[in-house]
């Protein structure tokens, strides 16, 4: 097939589907935590004394990690902690060659992580620059009623231009979001959403060593175009982990035989996301209801994070390496594929080639072996697009894409480079087979099984 008919008309199974700031304060703290509770009326803020707030929590907790992303700088003022949200417009590189205008928070998508502690008291401003109103809703946190977000059943949607004020005190410990409660098909579907972390006063089981925070998002981005369809009820074909695509998807650095923990959040329009992650077991040990109790543990290996949910899972890597953690829905790893193709998988292209070259000498049939390959071809693509794209590995191109990350094992991960490949010790990779070693074995690589 040639390129034009290959991007044109898609008429192979190779599937495309294409597409189409907030205040910076240095390192904050959370000292502070647990500050006096004062009446449910919001005043308007007198002038005080406010001063930035380190990153210590109790217990010796750790600060959460977000990869691609960052917590939101928070000040005390008068005992409070102070915080601001931008929510516009803006664009949002999805991978390499992909960008599309989104919608989210102090120009990031998912907005900045809220990092609290159990008891704080929290006032946040929200400024509305979308060219329509917004509230906030703040997703599994127990708040006062007129707190809670939802555009005309607990307040009047804040007009464009408009800076609002929500203050509430965090009574519980966990893992929640925030997302627009207006227009959300709209709102959500282009952004507007993040996470909240509010560490408990008193610290519950083993201490972590590291802390990630992970949301779980899809979009669906036509060829070439530079916004996401709000409008999409399936064929998602960009999948992302914090706002990014692999290759962009920063990897997770830990240290084998520490006590990691990563939240997973997931505000995506529609699907459930079974997360994966290869080489280790791992607990789950909290959802944004509250902590699961160690009777109900138990060992596994993938979790599912349905949309409007939250998991927590902590585990502890035996096994340095590179590991692959991924949505196991198949579709979720793949960029911008399309649907509906003839199914060219067995055929033999070698007439239809012959014939179509008489008229296009470039013709090239696609996907009668399969579609492995196929990110690596540099063929012409629309502008804005990235199809099927993943990244190069240190054995060969990886060929997931999307909702794709690596767990990065290391010995001494405080010198590791977060951006460098495992070497893998020598005789622990998979090589060809040496026929001496298959005869020695009683391997017959001639012989063909039909059953039935």
Not at 320 to 329: I, K, R, T
């Amino acid at each position: 097939m040639d390129r034009r008919s290959f991007l044109q008309v898609g008429s192979t199974a190779t599937a495309l589907g294409l597409m189409a700031r907030a205040e910076g304060v240095d390192a904050q703290t959370h000292d502070g935590h647990g500050a006096t509770e004062v009446p449910a009326a919001v005043p308007t803020p007198a002038p005080a004394a406010a001063h930035a707030i380190t990153r210590r929590f109790p217990g010796g907790q750790p600060a959460v990690m977000v990869p691609n992303g960052e917590t939101l700088p928070l000040r005390v003022v008068d005992g409070v902690k102070v915080g601001h949200l931008v929510v516009e417009a803006f664009p949002n590189e999805f991978a390499p060659g992909l960008t599309a205008e989104v919608w989210g928070y102090n120009g990031r998508t998912p907005g900045p992580v809220i990092e609290l502690v159990e008891g704080d008291r929290l006032r946040m401003y929200v400024t509305n620059r979308l060219p329509e109103p917004t509230t906030v809703h703040w997703h599994g946190i127990v708040l006062p009623n007129g707190m809670d977000g939802v555009s005309g059943l607990n307040q009047r949607p804040i007009p464009p231009g408009e800076t609002w004020t929500y203050e509430f005190t965090l009574r519980n410990p966990g893992t929640f979001m925030y997302h627009s409660h207006f227009d959300e098909m709209t709102q959500i579907a282009l952004g507007a959403v993040g996470m909240i972390v509010v560490h408990p006063r008193q610290a519950r089981g083993p201490r972590v060593d590291r802390d990630f925070v992970l949301m779980a998002h899809e979009w669906k981005i036509e060829v070439g175009a530079s916004r996401p369809d709000p409008s999409a009820m399936n064929d998602f074909n960009v999948l992302t982990f914090n706002g990014k695509a692999f290759p962009s998807t920063e990897p997770l650095l830990v240290g084998k035989g520490e006590r990691v923990r990563i939240r997973l959040g997931n505000l995506g329009p529609m699907d459930h996301h079974p997360i994966h992650i290869h080489g280790l077991w791992f607990h789950v040990t909290a959802t944004d209801g509250g902590y699961v109790p160690v009777s109900a543990q138990k060992p596994e290996t993938t979790v599912l994070v349905p949309v409007g949910a939250t998991r927590v899972i902590e585990f502890v890597p035996t096994e340095s390496g590179d590991w692959a953690m991924h949505c196991h829905m198949t579709h979720h790893v793949m960029m911008q594929m399309a649907h509906g193709l003839p199914n060219m998988v067995g055929m033999d292209p070698r007439t239809l080639a012959r014939r179509m070259s008489r008229v296009m000498p470039e013709y090239m049939t696609m996907g009668s072996t399969g579609m492995g390959g196929m990110g690596e071809m540099r063929m012409e693509i629309p502008p804005n697009s990235a199809p099927m794209r993943g990244g190069p590995g240190p054995h060969s191109y990886i060929e997931m894409g999307g909702m794709f990350s690596v767990l990065k094992v290391r010995d001494d991960p405080a010198n590791a480079d977060p951006n460098g490949w495992y070497e893998a010790p020598a005789g622990t990779v998979p090589a060809a087979a040496e026929e001496a070693r298959l005869r020695a074995d009683g391997i017959d690589i001639t012989r063909t099984w039909r059953h039935g």
